[in-house]
């Protein structure tokens, strides 16, 4: 389950091009906080503390902004083209109990049937689960599989309080016949 992480925020006064730069500069990032219909508020994060924590997926993060705290998903991350740094946040109001999809990784377990290879059709999915407990991967466990199978979706193991948010017909992976067993036939 990921974490929340707490950062310092500073309301933003100065908008447009020049400004954000500006900020860049002095080791802020801007970011953008909305949801649950209200304005939106923009602000300015520590640039270290915020790039670190928004490293993993589905970052968390409690934007403490004069005394009030305000826990957020990253919703879109804008880095520059060249040096990739994050140049921007989005960053959306989520609350305690309230369910949110996000597309998490889907993690490969367990070594195959003799004679078998793995094709990995989907990488990431999306999962349904409460915002503040939200998974880091789910996992596939391919244990003793026969060549010619598929993993469908509805076989992943998921944790819990997490639901599938695409159908479980969904095919995730296919064990198939080793290249070697089919050019011997």
Known sequence: MSKIITLDGELRTDFGK??????RRAGKIP????GHG????RVL????????????ANALLNISVEGEDTITLVKDIQRHALRQTVDHLDLLIVKKGEKVTVEVSVHIEGELAAGASLALDHAVIAVEAEAVALPEFVVANITGVAAGTHILASDLVLPEGTALAIPGDVVIATVEAAAEAESAE
């Open 38 to 41: 209200t304005d939106a508020v």
């Open 18 to 23: 020049g400004a954000a730069r500006q900020a």
């Open 31 to 34: 970011a953008v906080i909305y």
């Open 45 to 56: 994060l520590p640039a270290a503390a915020t790039t670190l924590a928004v490293r993993g």
